[in-house]
């Protein structure tokens, strides 16, 4: 599990991904949703697999959260925890722990975020202003998207404009810890051209000492579309500067919580993306594809080592057809495309420099088929060809790797009535290790192993009465989990892990996930999830030390989630917000030999009330002023911890004012 106090690119985030407009982003949202994730093209949300989950824009402006990573947090059952002091939380999908972002595939609109380093996803780089739904697939995606879907898939969609659109929006707040967040948002077209513009200014100075943020982010799209011929350029760009606080031993958790032993210490990214996306439909037959590039810099200050800095690009083509059909007298559908990207990442620090470059050429086919009326078949199968070059430009030596990877999923969905239905799946999925894993690989001179996974799920589902609900059961069976194991030394009193990259021995992960949503009345809504997951070693050691059956580190065993919505007068609302995360292992205890870090709950409130077009909202934040941490790390010795606190209770007001 990764994280230090003072080491290479803690804190370092990376640039927002390639935010590319895909023309499936014109569906709309209703009742029986339009759902993109699951097939790269526009479907039913009753066609999906059971446990997909849909965040809308109204969810969000209704919800206690004020970030992306809480969004998805409080409304998508994503697991998120804070190992830098980065408003860019890690993201975790069914018991990853420190790898959670590496084994949870982002797209912006169907294009993926390359996960290129040891950084959380940059998603505080995408204006809110500009989200207009948010599409989560968990254990799902590994034939559409490939490496690092063994969790899930998370698709951020955001606005494009809609024949005949004009509108805009307008958003101050302000609150605790001098935070000020301002967005805007714009959008007007005609029957055939139309374009849309976003941004956000968000500050900061943080709970702790030296935290200060500030970020900057603008998004905009412009598009062309007549009959079924489409075409979309998407544009942006963010800007963050980051003061990064390290870490608090057990002690200075008690003594000084919010403060800070690395004054100095400060990161910095840039970064730019564009896209261009086109689609065409003739008769039963439609074609997509985006084209994409992203760019960015960043640079992070340690106090004693020095400016680090690293440079990213990355390219993308992305092709595909689905032709609707009927097989056999049953209605279906075959998708086939290809995925074709590079990246490369310039790593520039005090002790050399090193260049990474990698190229992926992949091909995938998806059969959806109705078997009976109330039977269906999804079928799929992906072969990924994948070359990595590490070139260490100081010592004048280069580390490759050539593999072909394969990833293939079978499910079956059989709906019992009208309002039962069940499901069961099978399948396949890898990850590979990217370029901070390799670098810091300590080990032979070939590069880590890719990471394969088995997995099996079933699950049960009703929709009804304003009710629904699922219960999803899965296993996964992995081999060569990549894995950040922590090498500590001290140095002029300040304690310093550094990352030592490994294949884990083999491990399991074992779940149960419980969720519903139920309109009690036309003015309240209510909510739950419960987590349960249980992620072990199925051999091995640690050091010395067996780890057969030992918890992996950083993987709460149960989380849960509650929610209630009361409209108390006809445009007032008032909501709360209730989070659970159990105990877990701390970050780099394989052995099991430590304490486990202690439970915490959350508790968030929310207050609005709508005048003409504006919406007057008060949002409290950890209402409860619990004190607690997501992530933390164990000493070598097992003497201390070092851990990344949270903030306590904090008052949020905003005013945001629409209109159309």
Do not use: C
Request: proline letters at 4%; glycine letters at 10%; a neutral charge.
């Amino acid at each position: 599990m990764y994280r230090l106090v003072r080491r290479p690119f803690a804190g370092l985030v990376p640039v927002v991904a390639l935010s590319a407009f895909s023309t499936l982003a014109h569906a709309q949202y209703a009742g029986d949703a339009i759902v993109v994730t699951a097939m790269r093209f526009p479907e039913r949300r009753l066609d999906v697999p059971i446990g997909t989950r849909i965040i809308t824009e109204e969810d969000i402006r209704n919800s206690t959260a004020n970030t992306l990573p809480e969004v998805l947090q409080k409304l998508g059952g994503v697991y998120v925890r804070d190992n830098v002091g980065s408003p860019d939380y890690q993201l975790d999908l069914r018991g990853f722990g420190m790898t959670g972002d590496d084994n949870v595939a982002v797209l912006i609109n169907g294009v993926r975020m390359q996960r290129t380093e040891m950084k959380p996803y940059a998603l505080s780089g995408i204006p809110l202003s500009m989200v207009e739904r948010i599409e989560i697939l968990p254990g799902g995606g590994a034939v559409q998207y490939g490496a690092g879907t063994t969790g899930g898939t998370i698709n951020i969609i955001t606005k494009a404009p809609r024949p005949g659109e004009r509108s805009g929006s307008l958003f101050a707040g302000a609150g605790r810890y001098g935070t000020s967040d301002l967005r805007a948002s714009l959008a007007l077209a005609g029957e055939e051209v139309g374009f849309s513009l976003g941004g956000s200014r968000y500050e900061s100075d943080g709970y702790r000492d030296n935290n200060d943020v500030q970020e900057q982010s603008g998004m905009g799209t412009l598009r062309w579309q007549r009959g079924d011929h489409r075409l979309a350029l998407t544009l942006g760009a963010d800007h963050q500067a980051l003061e990064l606080p390290g870490p608090r031993n057990a002690l200075q958790l008690k003594t000084d919580r919010s403060g800070t032993s690395e004054p100095d210490n400060r990161s910095h990214r840039d970064g730019g993306f564009g896209t261009l996306s086109f689609g065409t439909r003739s008769g039963e037959v439609e074609f997509d594809a985006d084209i994409g590039y992203r760019q960015s810099e960043s640079q992070t200050f340690f106090f004693g080592s020095g400016w680090l800095e690293n440079d990213q690009r990355t390219t993308t083509f992305s092709p595909r057809v689905r032709w609707t059909t009927t097989i056999a007298g049953m209605p279906s559908s075959l998708i086939a495309g290809i995925d074709l990207y590079e990246w490369e990442l310039d790593n520039r620090l005090p002790s050399g420099d090193t260049e990474t470059e990698e190229r992926a050429r992949a091909f995938y086919a998806q059969l959806a088929t109705q078997l009976t009326r109330t039977t269906r078949l999804n079928a799929g199968w992906r072969v990924q060809r994948v070359v990595t070059e590490l070139h260490d430009k100081t010592a004048g030596t280069t580390a490759s790797a050539r593999h072909t990877l394969y990833a293939h999923e079978i499910g079956l969905r059989q709906a019992l009535s009208d309002r039962w239905s069940i499901h069961g799946k099978v399948g396949r999925s890898f990850r590979l290790a990217n370029a901070d894993e390799n670098a810091y690989f300590v080990g032979p001179s070939e590069l880590l192993e890719p990471q394969k996974a088995k997995q099996r799920e079933i699950g049960v589902e009703y929709r009804g009465g304003g009710l629904r609900a699922s219960l999803i059961g899965y296993d996964m069976r992995l081999e060569n989990e990549i894995a950040t194991l922590m090498f500590e030394y001290s140095d002029n009193n300040t304690t310093t892990f550094l990352p030592n990259n490994t294949n884990l021995p083999p491990t399991r992960r074992r779940g149960l996930e419980l969720s519903a949503d139920w309109q009690a009345t036309p003015s309240l809504e209510l909510g739950a999830s419960l987590h349960y997951v249980r992620a072990t070693f199925r051999g091995g050691v640690s050091g010395v030390t067996p780890i057969d059956g030992n918890e992996v580190p950083l993987v709460p065993r149960y989380r849960a989630n509650a929610y209630v919505a009361w409209n108390v007068a006809p445009k007032t609302r008032l909501s709360a917000h209730y989070t659970y995360v159990g105990r877990q292992r701390y970050d780099n205890d394989q052995a099991n030999l430590y304490r486990r870090m202690p439970a915490y709950s959350i508790v968030d409130l929310r207050l609005s009330h709508a005048v003409g077009d504006w919406l007057l909202a008060a949002n409290l934040q950890n209402a409860l002023d619990e004190k607690y941490y997501s992530y933390a790390v164990v000493a070598g010795d097992y003497s201390t911890f070092y851990a990344y606190p949270h903030g306590g209770r904090s008052l949020f007001l905003s005013a945001e004012y629409r209109f159309r």
